[in-house]
């Protein structure tokens, strides 16, 4: 590249520090929001940092209520489902974990037979992946609803998590299947040569080989898994199966509302993801550009 | 306010309320109703291994009558909680299911659709009821009988008040809150020209059901009008009190005399008296009386002390409205789902009203029925945060919602009213006239109607 | 075991998955949106068969053409805007010389790893007009002298809703074209500039022509998921002030789960907007699928 004239130098780092404002914004609202009192937010409509610091809104969250701080001492109304938080964080790491275990396995089978064996049906098959991940979920709500519950899996976390892993197939099979194509077959020949079945073969040699697509597509399907409201929303409806973006969302209608509690909340929410993301951020990387060229 | 008054306010709260407590209990123990023992400390006879309850979410006053409930009788309870707007949704998929539900709870604006759908269940002849129906106060009789029927008990009740910031009044050098719509504006262009207040007036106009609804049903009642006649016409037509109501309201905002905060479009009760707590606002439109409970408690506002009730102008004429509990259709068992219901809505075994007289004490809110009303559970219990006998006296001069817009008890209410919200939101922005918007919702009535 | 046999063991986790969440409930919900779905019909079991009735009440609701408008305009505006800064944003991180653009590349993927709810709740605080934590940056720098009600002024609301939506999925874009810009061969840029072409020639007439492909794929996925926002309206506006954020999801949302619970008509305005989508989604089949050779 040839070297840059000083301006441009330094119109390319001003640009720099608007795109890392503007990618810190909410970060620093959350943050801030989530370490002063309500009533600290309403003395000084205008100040920046709060006058006062505490740690309150966090204590209430992690002590399930039982320890409510200064600030809300005396507050008869604080939304009952704060209190389920440990709850609703296993039921999301349950859901998500389940969940990317089974779309991996199930995926990972059919986009082996996609690539490795183009009958009619399994390219229609990589077809209909792709119109299926354009269904919008508002549209299946109601019939979901209903399916699962002759199935009896409501208010349970089986239900989410099948509903989930039918709706994040396709992603993980559109992931999957392209890079399975990239494995050269040879090395499948000569193993069934040497009397290896083809299961055998998928899992002793092309598993291996596809470690970083699957670990990619885990990861994308982990998060989607983690952030994902509206199947939750309605298939339970008790608090003890919800997960972290339900009980967020409940607090959304409340109608004793404290800013500052939801922020806290959403802090603990959002950590999760954020961790992982900022440690495998290059199988996300890829696993997202992957996704999407090859369609 | 310096920390040596909070400290000392808040001795002092404690002190009362110890006291209410103690007199409370004393004063609705059993004795003074003459009745111990009856229905009410004798299980069915049929056994149940659980029973629920769906209801929208109210800090932990439902986890704290469950556990009462299986102390008392050993059946587990499950709850449904969900967030206040979701309720209706929550209650419908449920029962669209065709899960158990044994009891639930509504707004006045939703029991007529959940009694036409056929969720609720008539309590007149189980046991203990006409003891209940007895002491219903006028508001709650008129929510809960719906064809002649009592279809179920009282949960809380509430009238609309106005507010008003002392400090700020006295900076004006104003010596009593407005007595008349026109004082009204005289002291709020006063405050704005004289830098005291940008927004000198913070209406309750978020969406909902009964918020910014409730402020236009209010307000057209005390001016003496109503929305439907008797025969179920509609009485928005041009140069209606209610037309004449929304064009006064809407001159408040942006477009007109720019006094109204625009904050109003976006607060519900309890976020309007949290928004108010901030001290930017000369008077806080019609809204529900505890509300006083957020902007007075020194841990919640700024301003903990300074905010006070101040009835309507003429008469006085204001609105109530209480919602209720009810025995769900979908019940598992009948006998303890009304046994449930009770807890919730009246006697638990002890023979008290426990729940209502909590809510009364921590939360400041009415209750349905006449003996809490009158028992220091309100009288002292509502001390701490605001002049009760001047609340009460606004009490007994409240409507009925039912009265002023008797669609409440039609099923498309709630799909009209969905429009109303966004027609009057569009009118006090400016987008439309009030002209524009009455004639919306008069056509509106018919598009509701098909939406059912 | 035959070729065919195989295939069809390991595929049947997958067709039985697929099958009972996303194609019977499809077409569970084409049959609810023909018949008179209430919440009596749906316990009781028996629904009334009533025709084209639900999709003709739809069509004649005025508020639900306000929703589709305003899903047009926020597509418009989000696709749009998330185009141009993917591009743009992608070739500043591309910039390794500078060492800012590597602090924003290893920052880049932020926004994708929030939930979307607590992404609308964290602008809900941000946009407060009282409260909010906007209004404050501004006051502070002194650029501002009254609150601004960014998400409550119906002129601006719909505007305001579109950037935390574009913040959240901004990255999803941006390595996309990122990766696209990777396999752009530098002898062409080497090739212009020994021909003299200066930086924005080199742009619009190498590095753009070359994107064609990956812009027009964002361009199709994005507009298909913009057209079914959801978490952001309800976490911020719940479509207000008045109708201005009404959006085409926000109103079968309502439609179904607030009384009187019209489940039949909101199935049919969901299958609208799903077919809307889907033809959405038929056209990226056909431009996506001539070009994969799997």
Same mark, same amino acid.
Request: proline fraction near 5%.
């Given at each position: 590249?040839?070297?840059?004239?000083?301006?441009?130098?330094?119109?390319?780092?001003?640009?720099?520090?608007?795109?890392?404002?503007?990618?810190?914004?909410?970060?620093?609202?959350?943050?801030?929001?989530?370490?002063?009192?309500?009533?600290?937010?309403?003395?000084?409509?205008?100040?920046?940092?709060?006058?006062?610091?505490?740690?309150?809104?966090?204590?209430?969250?992690?002590?399930?209520?039982?320890?409510?701080?200064?600030?809300?001492?005396?507050?008869?109304?604080?939304?009952?489902?704060?209190?389920?938080?440990?709850?609703?964080?296993?039921?999301?790491?349950?859901?998500?974990?389940?969940?990317?275990?089974?779309?991996?396995?199930?995926?990972?089978l059919s986009a082996y037979t996609i690539a490795r064996q183009r009958f009619r049906w399994t390219l229609f098959l990589l077809q209909a992946n792709i119109v299926a991940r354009f269904v919008p979920v508002i549209v299946l709500?109601?019939?979901?609803?209903?399916?699962?519950?002759?199935?009896?899996?409501l208010n349970s976390l089986g239900g989410v998590i099948i509903a989930e892993t039918g709706f994040l197939l396709p992603y993980a099979i559109l992931i999957l299947a392209p890079y399975f194509d990239t494995i050269p077959t @040879?090395?499948?020949?000569?193993?069934?040569?040497?009397?290896?079945?083809?299961?055998?073969?998928?899992?002793?040699?092309?598993?291996?080989?596809?470690?970083?697509?699957?670990?990619?597509?885990?990861?994308?399907?982990?998060?989607?898994?983690?952030?994902?409201?509206?199947?939750?929303?309605?298939?339970?409806?008790?608090?003890?199966?919800?997960?972290?973006?339900?009980?967020?969302?409940?607090?959304?209608?409340?109608?004793?509302?404290?800013?500052?509690?939801?922020?806290?909340?959403?802090?603990?929410?959002?950590?999760?993801?954020?961790?992982?993301?900022?440690?495998?951020?290059?199988?996300?990387?890829?696993?997202? $550009?992957?996704?999407?060229?090859?369609? | 306010?310096?920390?040596?008054?909070?400290?000392?306010?808040?001795?002092?709260?404690?002190?009362?309320?110890?006291?209410?407590?103690?007199?409370?209990? $004393?004063?609705?123990?059993?004795?003074?109703?003459?009745?111990?023992?009856?229905?009410?400390?004798?299980?069915?006879?049929?056994?149940?291994?659980?029973?629920?309850?769906?209801?929208?979410?109210?800090?932990?006053?439902?986890?704290?009558?469950?556990?009462?409930?299986?102390?008392?009788?050993?059946?587990?309870?499950?709850?449904?909680?969900?967030?206040?707007?979701?309720?209706?949704?929550?209650?419908?998929?449920?029962?669209?299911?065709?899960?158990?539900?044994?009891?639930?709870?509504?707004?006045?604006?939703?029991?007529?659709?959940?009694?036409?759908?056929?969720?609720?269940?008539?309590?007149?002849?189980?046991?203990?009821?006409?003891?209940?129906?007895?002491?219903?106060?006028?508001?709650?009789?008129?929510?809960?009988?719906?064809?002649?029927?009592?279809?179920?008990?009282?949960?809380?009740?509430?009238?609309?008040?106005?507010?008003?910031?002392?400090?700020?009044?006295?900076?004006?050098?104003?010596?009593?809150?407005?007595?008349?719509?026109?004082?009204?504006? @005289?002291?709020?262009?006063? $405050?704005?020209?004289?830098?005291?207040?940008?927004?000198?007036?913070? %209406?309750?106009?978020?969406?909902?059901?009964?918020?910014?609804?409730?402020?236009?049903?209010?307000?057209?009642?005390?001016?003496?009008?109503?929305?439907?006649?008797?025969?179920?016409?509609?009485?928005?037509?041009?140069?209606?009190?209610?037309?004449?109501?929304?064009?006064?309201?809407?001159?408040?905002? @942006?477009?007109?005399?720019?006094?109204?905060?625009?904050?109003?479009?976006?607060?519900?009760?309890?976020?309007?008296?949290?928004?108010?707590?901030?001290?930017?606002?000369?008077?806080?439109?019609?809204?529900?009386?505890?509300?006083?409970?957020?902007?007075?408690?020194?841990?919640?506002?700024?301003? $903990?002390?300074?905010?006070?009730?101040?009835?309507?102008?003429?008469?006085?004429?204001?609105?109530?409205?209480?919602?209720?509990?009810?025995?769900?259709?979908?019940?598992?068992?009948?006998?303890?789902?009304?046994?449930?219901?009770?807890?919730?809505?009246?006697?638990?075994?002890?023979?008290?009203?426990?729940?209502?007289?909590?809510?009364?004490?921590?939360?400041?809110?009415?209750?349905?029925?006449?003996?809490?009303?009158?028992?220091?559970?309100?009288?002292?219990?509502?001390?701490?945060?605001?002049?009760?006998?001047?609340?009460?006296?606004?009490?007994?001069?409240?409507?009925?919602?039912?009265?002023?817009?008797?669609?409440?008890?039609?099923?498309?209410?709630?799909?009209?009213?969905?429009?109303?919200?966004?027609?009057?939101?569009?009118?006090?922005?400016?987008?439309?006239?009030?002209?524009?918007?009455?004639?919306?919702?008069?056509?509106?009535?018919?598009?509701?109607?098909?939406?059912? | 075991?035959?070729?065919?046999?195989?295939?069809?063991?390991?595929?049947?986790?997958?067709?039985?998955?697929?099958?009972?969440?996303?194609?019977?409930?499809?077409?569970?919900?084409?049959?609810?949106?023909?018949?008179?779905?209430?919440?009596?019909?749906?316990?009781?079991?028996?629904?009334?068969?009533?025709?084209?009735?639900?999709?003709?009440?739809?069509?004649?609701?005025?508020?639900?053409?306000?929703?589709?408008?305003?899903?047009?305009?926020?597509?418009?505006?989000?696709?749009?805007?998330?185009?141009?800064?993917?591009?743009?944003?992608?070739?500043?991180?591309?910039?390794?010389?500078? %060492?800012?653009?590597?602090?924003?590349?290893?920052?880049?993927?932020?926004?994708?790893?929030?939930?979307?709810?607590?992404?609308?709740?964290? %602008?809900?605080?941000?946009?407060?007009?009282?409260?909010?934590?906007?209004?404050?940056?501004?006051?502070?720098?002194?650029?501002?002298?009254?609150?601004?009600?960014?998400?409550?002024?119906?002129?601006?609301?719909?505007?305001?809703?579109?950037?935390?939506?574009?913040?959240?999925?901004?990255?999803?874009?941006?390595?996309?074209?990122?990766?696209?810009?990777?396999?752009?061969?530098?002898?062409?840029?080497?090739?212009?500039?020994?021909?003299?072409?200066?930086?924005?020639?080199?742009?619009?007439?190498?590095?753009?022509?070359?994107?064609?492909?990956?812009?027009?794929?964002?361009?199709?996925?994005?507009?298909?998921?913009?057209?079914?926002?959801? @978490?952001?309206?309800?976490?911020?506006?719940?479509?207000?002030?008045?109708?201005?954020?009404?959006?085409?999801?926000?109103?079968?949302?309502?439609?179904?789960?607030?009384?009187?619970?019209?489940?039949?008509?909101?199935?049919?305005?969901?299958?609208?907007?799903?077919?809307?989508?889907?033809?959405?989604?038929?056209?990226?089949?056909?431009?996506?699928?001539?070009?994969?050779?799997?």
């Amino acid at each position: 590249m040839r070297t840059k004239s000083p301006t441009t130098r330094l119109l390319l780092h001003v640009a720099n520090l608007a795109v890392i404002f503007f990618i810190l914004l909410p970060v620093a609202a959350v943050f801030i929001g989530s370490i002063q009192s309500e009533k600290a937010l309403q003395a000084d409509t205008r100040r920046l940092l709060p006058l006062e610091f505490t740690l309150d809104n966090f204590t209430v969250i992690l002590s399930k209520g039982e320890q409510k701080g200064r600030i809300f001492e005396q507050v008869t109304y604080l939304p009952d489902n704060i209190k389920s938080f440990y709850a609703a964080f296993s039921n999301s790491a349950i859901v998500a974990v389940s969940v990317t275990f089974l779309t991996l396995l199930f995926g990972s089978l059919s986009a082996y037979t996609i690539a490795r064996q183009r009958f009619r049906w399994t390219l229609f098959l990589l077809q209909a992946n792709i119109v299926a991940r354009f269904v919008p979920v508002i549209v299946l709500m109601i019939p979901l609803y209903v399916v699962m519950r002759s199935l009896g899996q409501l208010n349970s976390l089986g239900g989410v998590i099948i509903a989930e892993t039918g709706f994040l197939l396709p992603y993980a099979i559109l992931i999957l299947a392209p890079y399975f194509d990239t494995i050269p077959t @040879e090395l499948e020949e000569a193993a069934r040569i040497d009397g290896c079945t083809r299961l055998g073969a998928f899992v002793s040699i092309v598993l291996p080989l596809a470690t970083p697509a699957l670990a990619a597509c885990g990861v994308i399907i982990f998060i989607i898994s983690w952030h994902e409201l509206l199947i939750p929303l309605i298939l339970n409806a008790r608090p003890d199966f919800m997960t972290l973006p339900v009980v967020i969302a409940s607090l959304v209608g409340d109608v004793h509302v404290f800013f500052n509690l939801m922020m806290a909340i959403c802090l603990l929410a959002l950590a999760p993801t954020v961790i992982l993301v900022a440690l495998l951020q290059k199988y996300i990387v890829e696993g997202l $550009a992957a996704g999407a060229v090859k369609g | 306010m310096s920390n040596d008054l909070i400290g000392k306010w808040e001795l002092s709260r404690r002190r009362v309320l110890g006291t209410a407590a103690g007199l409370g209990l $004393a004063g609705l123990s059993g004795a003074a109703f003459g009745q111990q023992s009856g229905p009410l400390s004798v299980a069915p006879k049929s056994k149940v291994d659980r029973l629920n309850f769906v209801v929208w979410t109210y800090g932990d006053i439902y986890t704290r009558i469950a556990k009462q409930f299986e102390t008392d009788w050993g059946v587990k309870v499950d709850s449904t909680i969900s967030s206040f707007n979701d309720h209706p949704t929550k209650l419908a998929t449920m029962f669209a299911a065709g899960e158990k539900i044994d009891v639930s709870q509504s707004s006045p604006f939703s029991f007529p659709n959940f009694v036409n759908q056929g969720l609720a269940e008539p309590i007149d002849d189980l046991p203990g009821a006409a003891d209940y129906i007895k002491d219903f106060t006028p508001f709650t009789k008129q929510v809960a009988t719906i064809k002649g029927k009592t279809m179920g008990l009282p949960y809380f009740s509430a009238v609309w008040v106005w507010n008003y910031y002392a400090d700020m009044l006295e900076k004006l050098k104003i010596d009593k809150p407005f007595a008349s719509y026109d004082e009204f504006i @005289e002291h709020c262009v006063k $405050a704005k020209k004289d830098g005291v207040s940008r927004y000198p007036i913070l %209406w309750i106009a978020g969406v909902g059901l009964e918020q910014l609804p409730g402020t236009w049903y209010q307000m057209t009642w005390n001016k003496g009008g109503a929305f439907f006649d008797k025969q179920g016409n509609h009485m928005l037509g041009a140069g209606s009190v209610a037309r004449e109501t929304l064009k006064w309201w809407a001159n408040t905002f @942006e477009k007109g005399l720019d006094i109204a905060d625009p904050e109003s479009l976006k607060v519900q009760f309890t976020s309007g008296a949290k928004a108010f707590g901030a001290g930017k606002n000369l008077y806080r439109g019609p809204n529900h009386h505890y509300g006083l409970n957020i902007c007075n408690d020194p841990a919640q506002s700024p301003i $903990a002390g300074k905010v006070k009730v101040h009835g309507s102008p003429g008469e006085g004429k204001t609105i109530g409205v209480t919602h209720v509990y009810f025995l769900s259709s979908a019940n598992r068992d009948k006998e303890w789902a009304w046994k449930l219901l009770q807890y919730l809505g009246g006697r638990t075994k002890d023979g008290n009203y426990t729940q209502a007289v909590s809510l009364a004490k921590d939360a400041m809110l009415g209750s349905g029925y006449l003996s809490v009303m009158n028992s220091d559970a309100v009288k002292l219990g509502w001390a701490p945060w605001g002049d009760v006998p001047a609340i009460l006296k606004i009490w007994d001069q409240a409507a009925y919602i039912g009265e002023v817009c008797s669609s409440v008890y039609q099923p498309w209410h709630f799909p009209w009213t969905d429009q109303l919200n966004i027609e009057v939101q569009k009118c006090l922005t400016g987008q439309i006239t009030a002209d524009q918007c009455c004639d919306n919702l008069i056509k509106g009535i018919a598009d509701a109607k098909r939406k059912v | 075991m035959r070729a065919s046999h195989f295939a069809f063991f390991m595929n049947l986790p997958t067709l039985l998955c697929l099958g009972l969440v996303l194609a019977y409930p499809i077409g569970y919900a084409a049959y609810l949106s023909v018949h008179r779905v209430g919440l009596a019909q749906l316990r009781r079991g028996e629904f009334p068969f009533n025709g084209w009735e639900n999709y003709g009440r739809v069509l004649e609701d005025p508020l639900f053409w306000v929703a589709l408008k305003n899903t047009l305009v926020f597509t418009f505006i989000t696709v749009s805007s998330e185009i141009v800064l993917a591009v743009l944003i992608a070739l500043l991180i591309n910039q390794s010389s500078i %060492w800012t653009s590597r602090v924003t590349r290893f920052l880049i993927l932020l926004p994708y790893a929030i939930p979307p709810i607590a992404n609308g709740l964290i %602008w809900a605080f941000l946009y407060s007009f009282q409260f909010g934590f906007l209004n404050r940056i501004l006051f502070t720098a002194g650029l501002i002298d009254n609150p601004i009600n960014w998400a409550g002024n119906p002129d601006t609301a719909l505007y305001a809703v579109t950037v935390p939506y574009v913040w959240r999925t901004l990255p999803f874009a941006i390595i996309l074209v990122h990766a696209a810009l990777q396999g752009i061969p530098r002898e062409l840029y080497e090739q212009s500039a020994i021909d003299g072409a200066n930086a924005w020639h080199r742009f619009w007439h190498i590095t753009l022509p070359m994107l064609r492909q990956i812009i027009a794929i964002i361009l199709i996925l994005r507009t298909a998921f913009a057209f079914a926002v959801f @978490e952001e309206i309800l976490a911020i506006t719940q479509g207000g002030p008045g109708d201005a954020t009404w959006v085409a999801a926000w109103y079968s949302y309502k439609i179904t789960f607030a009384p009187p619970n019209n489940f039949g008509m909101g199935s049919a305005s969901a299958y609208i907007l799903a077919l809307m989508i889907g033809a959405i989604a038929l056209v990226y089949m056909r431009f996506v699928y001539r070009r994969v050779t799997l």
